[in-house]
């Protein structure tokens, strides 16, 4: 049979009562992503248009951040069970005849690849139903697929199995291929008569069987991937399975990673060959790493373009910023967003940008302030240069050209402009524009009282 349409419903009304939380289960974050991303971005991978996210407990949150034109959103007021759940979905789906793919908010691990073999299979044996199942250890607390030699009869809940049910192994994920029409007229016919009171989804499987459908099976690899989480312990548990699946993903790629136990790089980063990632570092959003580029230790990126052979020294932090190559940066610089690097710079030891673009070449060294400043090429700023860029109400722009030599201990207050070619003097504190190549300096003339000093202590010392 040829490929189905896909469309996916992803659950996520339940409370997450586990998690004592004031914010939805699904919200949680997961290696920087709230658990939800996780489910739809799989959905997108497999082809499913649209994505059904049925909401309930903290709509108004879920809501807002998925805002992805391919997303409907679906109200389930009072959680009933997964059928009843399933059903709410109807309405946005009522132009839908394909393949329904049924993904859970609170199960992040899922591969692409297990979803998709989920859904060929479904289609190429033409089911109604086909469930994804995994063999495991321990089965309490999920639903049972209970066989008729190689086909599935039935699933039954934990609560509602006899003796001989419970002894089975093979559990229900709660991951499901549904031909779309189908589904929604059988969960018409499923009552709430068991134990929990609760409309179930799974009961759909038995209603197939009785209308002759076929019902299928796909049992997993790794039953780990099907992992739902439930409280804070699962999940700092997935969290140390996923970014144990990054980091190998990572070293396949050509990245060292030092010790990846304590190496935390979100799915969202990517990182080039021959970049060395030391302990403890921490690299989150939409960021690149290119070639050749070492992080180190306890060093924290988020949402950076970072170039090749770039060198991060211990404890820096970098925000929404772009680094061109052979750049060195701290130890424990700090770039906030708005920072432009053009390449070959070096920002040293206690050196804070924001909002700064910095030209080919420049170097700011140690101890230095630069805010909502343009900086051309080949600029040396000395230590504990600042920009005064902040009166209190608005915020001012220093503009320091080309090749120009900034002594230590030197204030711009903005807005300000530094002429190419210009040297200020150490200790200068410049209010006024400077022409190109000329010399500027607003220190006080020193004065020196010859043997004041000595005088001081000797008459401390007789009155005491
Ligand atoms: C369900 C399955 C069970 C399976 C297990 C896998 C049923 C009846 N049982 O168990 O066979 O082994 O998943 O984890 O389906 N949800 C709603 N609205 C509701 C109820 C649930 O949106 O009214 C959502 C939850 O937020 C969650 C998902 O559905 O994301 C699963 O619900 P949960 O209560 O964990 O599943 P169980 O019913 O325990
Ligand atoms: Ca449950």
Redesign the pocket.
Known sequence: MAQQQRAAV???????TRMKSRLP??MHRLLGQPLLHYPLQRAEEVGCDPQVL????GRESVAAACSQPSVRLAE?K????????LL?AASSLEDFSGTLLLL????PLLRRETLEALLVQHDQAGAAVTVLTAEVENPH????IVREGEDVAC?V??KDADATQKAIRE?????YAFSAPWVFSALEGVGRDNA?G??????VVALARKEGKRVCAVVMDAPCE?M?I?DRGQLAEASALLRQRVSQQLMRDGVTLIDPATTYVDTTVSISPDTVLHPGVHIHGRTSIGRDCEIGPGVTIRDCQIGERVHIKSGSVLQESRVGDATDIGPMAHLRPGTVLAGENKIGNFVETKKAQIGFGSKASHLTYIGDAEIGAEVNIGCGTITCNYDGVNKYKTVIEDHVFVGSDTQFVAPVRIGRGSLIGAGSTITRDVPPDALALSRSEQKVVEGWAKRKKRSKKSSS
């Open positions: 992803i659950l996520a009304a339940g409370k997450g289960k699904v049925v909401v309930g407990h389930q009072d959680q009933l069970g997964t059928g009843h759940a709410c859970c908010g609170d199960v607390g999920y639903g049972r699933i809940e934990e559990i229900n994920t709660g991951i929990q609760e409309y179930y989804l799974t009961d099907a739902g439930n």
